[in-house]
């Protein structure tokens, strides 16, 4: 397992080199769920170092479209294209060695693990005693990287990375959450909700990571209901209305109030 | 919290001028703020150990003799062994009502293969072994993937395992083992070289593990626990552990049972806090769903654990046949399994999953063995020793809840 992790430096230079090219391309995707048609021939896409908000009223089809790309949930019909290649992404497994990792609104933290155990969970580094046999953890390294990565990432709310995650702030989960997300080498990761649940102080807190995350190269999908957010953080906005995309907006050139027209389907009945 | 946290450094740093008064103040403080968090560790069991002991050496000048401490020590290997096994269970967030059967099936097993079908000793002990552990493994499976509550598979257990134990014992109902192999298990004690060079040895090497760590950490940068908390430990280590063998030498010397309990003990804590298999068993004790979507599989992690607790079950009853020299239909029944659930919780395992210790069967195991010992010296009737070791039970537990709650409150 250790082979497989890149350090996020080494991926600077190919965000540079894509940054025209979407890293994640959907083209005409279908999905549907006995008779409920949720996805009708959706196109998507995330360039490197963007925001983009995907918005939509309960049912439009966000959660759905996201799972496709997770692995959850594989399209009837359409194409994956990331990072040039058409994919097929069959489970969640399938999605992280592309290098997409999904954070979702429950965070799937062990709350009685802490911070660097949760953040090396299912990936832990051992050193090979006996092969197979007597692999002790290597905690010194591990604690070595998460610190790393927390700085790297600015997070300066935990200041011991051994606390159990119980004794975290919702704030300071949502920043583990993320900061194991995008530790292994990954090109895109996809938000489910992040802020949510969480006060004014702690919502910024989250906020200025997503922003991070954008300056290092990453694409990023936040799902969000909290427009005030989408337009403090996104650079697209793309809106979903009973599973088909509807609109898409440019943060500079709209206003709250075309971009709630459009989840509501005004404008349609307008024009 | 965040208004008590920055003078509480302070103090810490000004504690590194003031010579011993300061050491103990980092001390207490560094322990005060793990407390409050609910972190109790193994401290309150410990207390109630010496509760416990200052009472009936009190009552009975004997309690703490050489011989009395010795026979605890080989009153609690059976109970001791099969609650490391109820600990890994309960990590997962599970029960195991069925170890008490399989310890007793295993005993039968065990005096049968060797009395009536003649095998050797050794063959006899590898296949009850091999017994429990396909015994825990099928219960387990039954539990993670048919889906049904292990509570409920164990119960069944319990009552079908007991049911196969009379089987196989038959019409006499008791065998006796007279093999001298077995019978040294819990019989026998080591000699006085071997039992000095074991106390010495163990505590030297905990002893430098623990400092060989502190000083990694500190070379690598990260944070480390103040010294005199390491050297409080160190010394409070070695002088228990000289102390054991010092006390247990001058009856017979250090019993084999007791060796083989605290063998198991430290194996399965390296194995609980030291590798992916025990981090894992942690996860999903924690959050299954979590440990999940992390690419660890919770059926195969439960299947393994319950089999494991099968295999403890199956050491129980092989010391069991060899304290008792022989196998009947009552090894393994009685509150035999209640006192092993007991222990492993008395000892500061949380009976709500993902929290706990392999070291909490042995202290929990000491709890209820002092308290069963003190009370026969007392002479004191087995009612009376059933509502004290359920008002310990019931302490425990409290203790655990409380903690879980302060854990809570330190969340937000």
Same mark, same amino acid.
């Given at each position: 397992?250790?082979?497989?992790?890149?350090?996020?430096?080494?991926?600077?230079?190919?965000?540079?080199?894509?940054?025209?090219?979407?890293?994640?391309?959907?083209?005409?995707?279908?999905?549907?769920?006995?008779?409920?048609?949720?996805?009708?021939?959706?196109?998507?896409?995330?360039?490197?170092?963007?925001?983009?908000?995907?918005?939509?009223?309960?049912?439009?089809?966000?959660?759905?479209?996201?799972?496709?790309?997770?692995?959850?949930?594989?399209?009837?019909?359409?194409?994956?294209?990331?990072?040039?290649?058409?994919?097929?992404?069959?489970?969640?497994?399938?999605?992280?060695?592309?290098?997409?990792?999904?954070?979702?609104?429950?965070?799937?933290?062990?709350?009685?693990?802490?911070?660097?155990?949760?953040?090396?969970?299912?990936?832990?580094?051992?050193?090979?005693?006996?092969?197979?046999?007597?692999?002790?953890?290597?905690?010194?390294?591990?604690?070595?990287?998460?610190?790393?990565?927390?700085?790297?990432?600015?997070?300066?709310?935990?200041?011991?990375?051994?606390?159990?995650?119980?004794?975290?702030?919702?704030?300071?989960?949502?920043?583990?959450?993320?900061?194991?997300?995008?530790?292994?080498?990954?090109?895109?990761?996809?938000?489910?909700?992040?802020?949510?649940?969480?006060?004014?102080?702690?919502?910024?807190?989250?906020?200025?990571?997503?922003?991070?995350?954008?300056?290092?190269?990453?694409?990023?999908?936040?799902?969000?209901?909290?427009?005030?957010?989408?337009?403090?953080?996104?650079?697209?906005?793309?809106?979903?209305?009973?599973?088909?995309?509807?609109?898409?907006?440019?943060?500079?050139?709209?206003?709250?109030?075309?971009?709630?027209?459009?989840?509501?389907?005004?404008?349609?009945?307008?024009? | 919290?965040?208004?008590?946290?920055?003078?509480?450094?302070?103090?810490?740093?000004?504690?590194?001028?003031?010579?011993?008064?300061?050491? #103990?103040?980092?001390?207490?403080?560094?322990?005060?703020?793990?407390?409050?968090?609910?972190?109790?560790?193994?401290?309150?069991?410990?207390?109630?150990?010496?509760?416990?002991?200052?009472?009936?050496?009190?009552?009975?000048?004997? #309690?703490?003799?050489?011989?009395?401490?010795?026979?605890?020590?080989?009153?609690?290997?059976?109970?001791?062994?099969?609650?490391?096994?109820?600990?890994?269970?309960?990590?997962?967030?599970?029960?195991?009502?069925?170890?008490?059967?399989?310890?007793?099936?295993?005993?039968?097993?065990?005096?049968?293969?060797?009395?009536?079908?003649?095998?050797?000793?050794?063959?006899?002990?590898?296949?009850?072994?091999?017994?429990?552990?396909?015994?825990?493994?099928?219960?387990?499976?039954?539990?993670?993937?048919?889906?049904?509550?292990?509570?409920?598979?164990?119960?069944?257990?319990?009552?079908?395992?007991?049911?196969?134990?009379?089987?196989?014992?038959?019409?006499?109902?008791?065998?006796?083992?007279?093999?001298?192999?077995?019978?040294?298990?819990?019989?026998?004690?080591?000699?006085?070289?071997?039992?000095?060079?074991?106390?010495?040895?163990?505590?030297?090497?905990?002893?430098?593990?623990?400092?060989?760590?502190?000083?990694?950490?500190?070379?690598?940068?990260?944070?480390?626990?103040?010294?005199?908390?390491?050297?409080?430990?160190?010394?409070?280590?070695?002088?228990?552990?000289?102390?054991?063998?010092?006390?247990?030498?001058?009856?017979?010397?250090?019993?084999?049972?007791?060796?083989?309990?605290?063998?198991?003990?430290?194996?399965?804590?390296?194995?609980?806090?030291?590798?992916? #298999?025990?981090?894992?068993?942690?996860?999903?004790?924690?959050?299954?769903?979590?440990?999940?979507?992390?690419?660890?599989?919770?059926?195969?992690?439960?299947?393994?654990?319950?089999?494991?607790?099968?295999?403890?079950?199956?050491?129980?009853?092989?010391?069991?046949?060899?304290?008792?020299?022989?196998?009947?239909?009552?090894?393994?029944?009685?509150?035999?399994?209640?006192?092993?659930?007991?222990?492993?919780?008395?000892?500061?395992?949380?009976?709500?999953?993902?929290?706990?210790?392999?070291?909490?069967?042995?202290?929990?195991?000491?709890?209820?063995?002092?308290?069963?010992?003190?009370?026969?010296?007392?002479?004191?009737?087995?009612?009376?020793?059933?509502?004290?070791?359920?008002?310990?039970?019931?302490?425990?537990?409290?203790?655990?809840?409380?903690?879980?709650?302060?854990?809570?409150?330190?969340?937000?």
């Amino acid at each position: 397992m250790p082979g497989d992790q890149v350090t996020r430096e080494g991926g600077g230079d190919s965000a540079a080199s894509l940054a025209r090219a979407p890293i994640l391309q959907l083209r005409g995707i279908s999905k549907r769920f006995g008779a409920v048609q949720a996805l009708t021939d959706v196109d998507f896409e995330v360039y490197p170092g963007e925001v983009v908000a995907l918005v939509g009223d309960n049912g439009a089809g966000k959660s759905t479209l996201i799972k496709c790309v997770a692995g959850t949930h594989a399209p009837d019909e359409g194409t994956i294209v990331f990072e040039g290649e058409e994919v097929r992404i069959h489970t969640p497994a399938d999605a992280t060695r592309l290098g997409i990792e999904t954070v979702y609104q429950d965070l799937a933290l062990c709350d009685n693990l802490d911070v660097v155990q949760n953040m090396f969970l299912g990936r832990e580094r051992v050193a090979t005693l006996v092969p197979r046999v007597v692999e002790p953890l290597s905690e010194l390294e591990m604690e070595k990287r998460s610190l790393g990565v927390l700085a790297s990432l600015d997070v300066t709310t935990i200041d011991n990375v051994r606390t159990r995650v119980a004794a975290l702030s919702g704030g300071q989960r949502q920043s583990v959450a993320i900061s194991r997300a995008v530790m292994w080498n990954s090109r895109l990761v996809i938000l489910d909700e992040p802020t949510a649940a969480l006060g004014v102080a702690q919502t910024e807190q989250v906020l200025a990571l997503i922003r991070r995350l954008r300056e290092q190269g990453l694409g990023v999908v936040v799902i969000t209901h909290n427009l005030h957010e989408v337009f403090e953080i996104a650079d697209r906005i793309v809106v979903l209305r009973l599973g088909r995309r509807v609109a898409t907006f440019e943060h500079a050139t709209t206003t709250p109030e075309e971009v709630v027209s459009a989840i509501t389907g005004a404008r349609e009945a307008a024009a | 919290m965040a208004s008590l946290r920055a003078p509480r450094e302070r103090d810490t740093a000004a504690a590194h001028d003031q010579g011993v008064s300061g050491a #103990f103040g980092a001390m207490s403080r560094y322990s005060l703020q793990r407390w409050r968090q609910g972190e109790l560790g193994a401290l309150p069991v410990i207390l109630g150990l010496v509760a416990i002991a200052t009472y009936f050496q009190t009552q009975e000048p004997t #309690f703490l003799s050489s011989r009395n401490l010795s026979n605890l020590v080989l009153q609690i290997a059976a109970t001791g062994s099969v609650a490391v096994g109820i600990v890994l269970v309960l990590l997962l967030g599970e029960i195991d009502l069925s170890v008490g059967s399989v310890s007793g099936l295993c005993s039968a097993m065990l005096g049968v293969l060797i009395v009536k079908s003649g095998w050797p000793w050794w063959l006899a002990i590898l296949a009850v072994l091999a017994t429990g552990a396909a015994i825990g493994a099928f219960q387990g499976a039954w539990f993670a993937l048919v889906g049904v509550p292990a509570f409920v598979v164990t119960l069944a257990g319990f009552l079908a395992w007991q049911g196969v134990q009379l089987r196989v014992l038959g019409s006499t109902g008791t065998v006796n083992v007279f093999e001298p192999h077995i019978s040294e298990i819990a019989q026998s004690y080591l000699p006085h070289l071997w039992g000095w060079a074991l106390g010495v040895g163990a505590a030297g090497l905990y002893a430098v593990s623990l400092w060989i760590g502190q000083i990694r950490r500190r070379r690598a940068g990260l944070a480390t626990a103040p010294v005199v908390v390491v050297a409080g430990r160190t010394v409070l280590v070695v002088a228990l552990s000289l102390a054991s063998v010092e006390i247990l030498s001058r009856f017979n010397g250090v019993p084999t049972a007791g060796v083989i309990l605290l063998g198991l003990v430290v194996f399965f804590s390296l194995l609980t806090t030291r590798t992916r #298999f025990g981090r894992y068993i942690f996860a999903v004790g924690g959050n299954a769903e979590a440990a999940r979507r992390a690419g660890v599989s919770p059926a195969r992690i439960r299947i393994v654990v319950f089999s494991l607790a099968g295999l403890m079950a199956a050491v129980g009853g092989i010391i069991f046949v060899s304290r008792l020299t022989a196998a009947s239909t009552q090894t393994g029944g009685g509150t035999f399994l209640l006192e092993a659930i007991a222990a492993a919780v008395i000892g500061g395992t949380s009976l709500f999953g993902g929290r706990g210790s392999a070291w909490s069967a042995l202290l929990g195991a000491l709890v209820i063995g002092s308290v069963s010992n003190g009370l026969d010296l007392m002479a004191q009737p087995p009612e009376i020793k059933y509502m004290v070791e359920g008002a310990i039970l019931l302490a425990a537990v409290t203790v655990d809840a409380v903690a879980r709650r302060s854990r809570a409150a330190a969340g937000r």
